[in-house]
């Protein structure tokens, strides 16, 4: 079974950065796309961004020009590069990847953006 283990999160002040990584137990071309996620107190999981097999990617709105989804396939490894972090973006962040119509998810890492 596919596991997925993400690291990178923290307590940052608004306009700081951080990175956060998603390895995968697997080869990431095995999935039909992975991304990430977030689930904010009292908030539903929303995504941020996602990245398919052939390189297509799809940003949330809000953190266009901010945020940058990248991946390393030599190390099965996805990245999102967060830059100017807004208070707004304080949840708790999950990878995912996809096969088809199955999930699934790492176990999360909490961003905390401090104003």
């Known amino acids: 079974q596919v596991q997925l283990a993400e690291s990178g999160g923290g307590v940052v002040q608004a306009g700081g950065s951080l990175r956060l990584s998603c390895a995968a137990s697997?080869?990431?071309?095995?999935?039909?796309?992975m991304g990430w996620f977030r689930q904010a107190p009292g908030k539903e999981r929303e995504l941020v961004a996602t990245i398919n097999v052939g390189g297509k990617i799809v940003y949330e709105e809000s953190v266009k020009g901010r945020f940058t989804i990248s991946r390393n396939n030599a190390e099965n490894t996805v990245y999102l590069q967060m830059n100017n972090l807004k208070p707004e973006d304080t949840a708790v962040y999950y990878c995912r990847a996809r096969i088809l119509s199955r999930f699934r998810w790492g176990q999360g890492t909490q961003v905390t953006v401090s104003s």
């Open positions: 697997e080869n990431i071309f095995n999935f039909n796309d």
